[in-house]
Each structure stands twice: as structure tokens, then as C-alpha cells.
């Protein structure tokens, strides 16, 4: 797309780190300046098109060793509901997921269960895998023998790990949640979360990019942070991008309280929170940075989020529900269409990778390159407009 003069200047002007860090504390009206400036980014640069990723959501396993105050994904081996998934339940969810027009198998779970519970290494001894890497090695090629293109978020991983998972994998992720080590402090939310520790977090972001790795990141809103330190987080990411150019989107999560977590009793975020974190992502990444915020989580705010400059709603699944954020069920698709076409906007599905790491050689393993081919056909040939029959129809 050939942007005019305005419209690259837009594009380029994306807040300094003394100017974003003036920003943290701005008031209601200059909110309201950041999320309109914010927006006529997202419409030079990315138009009046939003995407979202037809997928299929897979927690190989919820046995985690990080005990997050927020999380209510995490068990351990005994808790009511853990569960590692078989074979079986990994092949019947990718054959609906395929039968759905899905082109994205998420592959989303505990961090390094291996190394915290026999009774999980025995299960994976008992599938025919040495560890959670080699399962989702497997996982992966049978997501792309069905026709879906995995992206992985397994918590940290090493390099070696990430090398593995790239020849089955157009991406992965991790979210950098918060840089601030303040979160890791005792009473606060990372305190018995090892992998949570930013350090780490930042080491694998920068190992991906170095590995040249589409990768997904993003921030967490409402989990005792100031608005200060998510000011700082987004500046890590940028300066990651910066360096290696490898951060396809970043995510701006926000936390939503639920009765069975220890943070049950914290105030969700308010719109105004939300359009500030939103208008500052975009205004502080660089623009060949796609902007998401999950639908399911904001319900309501579709509008206000169009404003405040998002251009991608993530992943939305027919087939699954969010084993993250269980209360939460995906929108109805054609609701969602018809909120974005009253803001102006219209919805277009996507493929996991977003296609300008396609274009570069060696972003994406050369093997890959069929399946996505496969993929990307599959979403041309199909029919998203309301007035025809689609593969696709999401029910909340």
C-alpha cells in the first residue's frame, strides 16, 4: 500500500521515551487527544480493515509451576480439573477446528510442568514424548497434516527449544505481562511465579528475535501495575523491535477478577484505563506492529477500543473456549462485524503469521511454506460476508 506524504509522517511519529513516560499520568482530556492521534495512526498505516484469526484452542496441559495471584488456569497433578490432553483429544479438536474453516491451531499452556511434577513426566513417558517441547513437536505437525497453522505459547523456552519449534511453528509468543520486577516483589502477583521474572521474559522475546522469529507479545492491565510500568513495558518491547524486527503484534490484555484466583477482590480496569493503554501501545510501537485487544474480555467496548487505534482482535474460535478466561466466551462473529461496520471498520479474517514476515526469506521455515500456501488459500476461497454461508460461526 502507498501511503501519502501525511500518512508516513503519521506513521513515523511515534512517541519518544521522555514523551511517553510524560504521558503515564495524562488526564481525562488529554486521553482523549492520545486515543484520536492514536487512531489516525492505525488509519494511515493500517486502514479501516481489522483482522482476527479463525483458530482452535489447545492446552496440551494446565500443570504449571508458576502460581500466578491472577491466574485460574494453573493446576497441579491431583487438582480438580488438571488435565494433559491425549492424542486423541489433540486430533479431534484440530479435525473440528479444520472442519470450521479454522487456519490457526494456539497451542497455549503451563510453564515447564516437566520440571515440578513426576506425575506429569510419567504421562508424557506414557504418550511416547521426553518432554512438553518434543509433544508440541509433535502437536504442531499434526495441526499442519489437518490444515492449521500452529503458534505456540508455552512460557519460556530456550533457544534450543524455540529452534525445535520453529520447523512446525509460523510463530510464537510470549507475553512480556510487565517489565517491572516491583510485580515480583512478596504480596505481589509474580511473587511465586519464577518464570515470571522479567529478566527472563525479555531473554527468550530477544532470543526469538535473534533466531528471526514472528513473535507475539504484549502487556497486562490491571494486575497491580502502574501506569508508569506499562508505559516502561511497551518501551521494552519497541526497543526489542527495534533491534531485531521480529514482534508481529503486541497483545493489551486486561485482567478480569474472577471468584476462584486470590486477586478475586481487585477492580476490573474502566474504560478510560483502557483507551489510555491502548492509545499509548500505539503510539509508542512502531507501526509494523499490529495492535490487539481480545474481544472476549470487552465485550462492550468495541467502539471505544476502534477509537483508541487496535486494528486486530487476536484469535476467535468456533470450536473451543478460552481456557485462559473460561468466563469469557468468544463473540459472536457476525456481532462483531456488524460493531466494527457501525465504528466504520470492516472484519477480515487472518492467517497466524501476518503476511509481511511471509514475504522475508528466512522468517519462516521454507518447510512451512506449503501449509501456509494451503492456509492462505482456504481463507481466500472462503466467504466471511454475512449474506452467504461461511465455514465459520461463532457463538458465544
Known amino acids: ?14 512517541l519518544s521515551d521522555q514523551a511517553a513516560l510524560d504521558l503515564a499520568d ?18 494511515a498505516c493500517f486502514g479501516r480493515t481489522v483482522t482476527f ?9 494446565n500443570l504449571c509451576r508458576n502460581r500466578c495471584d491472577y491466574c485460574s488456569f494453573r493446576k497441579a497433578p491431583g487438582d480438580a480439573g488438571a488435565w494433559t490432553m491425549t492424542h486423541a483429544e489433540v486430533d ?51 495441526a499442519l497434516e489437518h490444515g492449521l497453522l500452529p503458534h505456540t505459547n508455552a512460557g ?29 516483589e512478596k504480596g505481589m502477583p509474580h511473587h511465586r511465579a519464577p518464570d515470571k521474572r522479567p529478566e527472563r521474559r525479555v531473554r527468550m522475546i530477544e532470543e526469538a528475535g535473534q533466531l528471526s522469529i514472528p513473535f507475539t507479545t504484549g502487556i497486562l492491565v490491571g494486575i497491580g501495575e ?18 531485531y524486527g521480529h514482534i508481529q503484534e503486541v497483545i493489551v490484555q486486561n485482567f478480569t477478577p474472577r471468584p476462584e484466583i486470590a486477586m478475586h477482590d481487585v477492580l476490573e480496569q474502566d474504560d478510560l484505563e483502557m483507551q489510555h493503554a491502548v492509545a499509548m501501545a500505539r503510539l509508542i510501537l512502531p507501526v509494523d506492529v499490529s495492535l490487539q485487544v481480545p474481544p472476549n474480555l470487552n465485550p462492550r467496548r468495541t467502539a471505544l477500543l476502534l477509537a483508541a487505534g487496535i486494528n486486530d482482535f487476536g484469535g476467535i474460535s468456533p470450536v473451543t473456549r478460552d481456557y485462559i478466561n473460561p ?21 477480515q479474517p487472518r492467517l497466524p503469521v501476518y503476511e509481511g514476515y511471509l514475504a522475508r526469506p528466512g522468517w519462516v521455515d521454507a518447510g512451512l511454506s506449503p501449509f501456509v500456501q494451503r492456509a492462505r488459500e482456504r481463507l481466500a476461497g472462503a466467504s466471511w460476508r454475512r449474506d452467504q454461508s461461511a465455514p465459520i460461526e461463532l457463538t458465544a
Open 226 to 243: 502502574t501506569r508508569r510500568e506499562r508505559v516502561q513495558s511497551l518501551l521494552a518491547i519497541r526497543e526489542l523491535h527495534l533491534r
Open 156 to 184: 519460556v523456552l530456550s533457544r534450543a527449544d524455540m529452534q525445535r519449534l520453529r520447523t512446525t511453528n509460523v510463530s510464537l509468543g510470549l507475553m512480556l505481562e510487565n517489565i517491572s520486577p516491583r510485580l515480583c
Open 92 to 142: 479431534d479438536v484440530l479435525t473440528r477446528g479444520q472442519e470450521q474453516g479454522c487456519v490457526e491451531a494456539l497451542y497455549c499452556l503451563g510453564d515447564k510442568p516437566e520440571g515440578a511434577f513426576s506425575a506429569y513426566r510419567a504421562t508424557l513417558s506414557v504418550l511416547g514424548h521426553g518432554d512438553t517441547v518434543d509433544y508440541l513437536a509433535w502437536s504442531g505437525q499434526r
Open 53 to 61: 484469526s479463525p483458530k482452535v484452542f489447545l492446552p496440551l496441559t
Open 327 to 347: 468466563r469469557h466466551p468468544w463473540p459472536h462473529l457476525w456481532r462483531l462485524a456488524d460493531e466494527c461496520e457501525r465504528a466504520g471498520f470492516s472484519l
Open 26 to 43: 495524562a488526564d481525562a482530556s488529554t486521553i482523549a487527544q492520545l486515543a484520536a492521534r492514536a487512531s489516525a495512526v492505525r488509519d
Open 1 to 14: 500500500m502507498e501511503l501519502s506524504h501525511h500518512a508516513r509522517e503519521l506513521c513515523a511519529a511515534t
